[in-house]
């Protein structure tokens, strides 16, 4: 069976657990509703989704900056952005029997109280956002950042006086985020504590519609970097209440996850000149940009935004692949080749020939110079090695056995056919390179 729809999300899960992608946040205390912790192989994966983004979206381009923001920012920021009022908010109803709270927009009965059949209560304006003191004194309120957009904005000046960029550019962070969600759920997809990868795109406000279509288009070539198929993707005007307070256009790029559907991956959104507007407010201070002839504006901003633990959740359960390989089932990921935590595991033939543990170390090494993220493994038989590495998707595996000391060949075992071929070590380190 391949990966299909019907793939459930209990079996990625289980399987992000077993094999150290992803573990339950505070496990050994019960765990932290929201908070999720990644493992070795899943801070490899995410790394790996992070590289590919930055490269793709700031390294290849000449119209692009980055940037590492603070979390903790000025209270002002927040005011100044609209996020400490109505606009950050959820709709929160409480049982006025057993006390639990939801979210209102996700019940399906706004009356009764899904679990005790209780009266809800009146729906209230809930903030999301998570306060924090800072300082000894702790007089100062900051909170913990809801979006890393902000860190953009605040930072713009600094950009256009140091990097002197042209308009139309845009920049880049990656960073954490928190939000007190009411109902954090479904493994990585609402979590209280996650990460972004954000870009804010200025340009002049005539070209904004042009800008759209052309983030709109490069976010398909992303979606393709993630390996998820184009018909478990799809865009979705947001419309009426869901379009968030600063935005006048957004399109969601939803991703159809397995047991949930079709739920939102990335968005788009056209945020006017909203947050420039409101920080010069705010500050007082001159957020512009001056063209040559010394003409001022405050430029508009397209935003595609990313949540990164969304792209992981949808990767894994994209490349999650069942077959009859062999006799029994084989679960393997099929992950794109260059998101893969492990790219190369090499293996003895067996691990108590001393002669081929030394030449198996060798090859390794060989291997490990071109691509770091090697391995070497000699535990259980080669079979169950070829499963394990299967199911943490490792793309290729090199087997050294008792020809390899004769003539330098070794077997290399492609993870998604599960075919093998004989190849010169040489030649090997050739293809690898
Ligand atoms: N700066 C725009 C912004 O923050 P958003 O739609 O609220 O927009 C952007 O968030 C992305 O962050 C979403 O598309 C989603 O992938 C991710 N995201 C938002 N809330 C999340 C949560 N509670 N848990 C995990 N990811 C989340």
Redesign the pocket.
Known sequence: MENTKDTTMEKVVSLAKRRGFIFQGSEIYGGLAGAWDYGPLGVTLKNNIKRAWWRMFVEERDDMYGLDAAILMNEKVWEASGHTGAGFTDPLVECEKCHKRYREDHLESTEKCPECGGKLGEKKDFNLMFETKVGAQGNAKSYLRP???QGIFVNFKNVVDTMRPKLPFGIAQIGK?F?N?IA?REF?????E?E?M?IEYFVYENDWEHFFEEWRIRIWNWIDVLGLSHERVREVDVVGNDL?HYSKKTIDFEYDFPGKGFD????L?YRTAHDLESHIKGSGQRLVYTDAEGKTTVPHVI?P???L??AVMAVLTQSYTEDNLGKDTRVFLKLPKDLAPVKVAVFPLMKNKPELVAKAREVYEEVKKIIPNSMFDDNGNVGKRYRRQDEIGTPWCVTVDFDTLEDNTVTLRNRDTGEQERIALSALIAELH
């Open positions: 979006e890393t957009a985020a939000r969600e954090p990585l997809f609402r979590t209280r996650f972004q954000e968030a939102e991956l990335s968005g959104a935003e935004s990313f949540g633990d969304r």
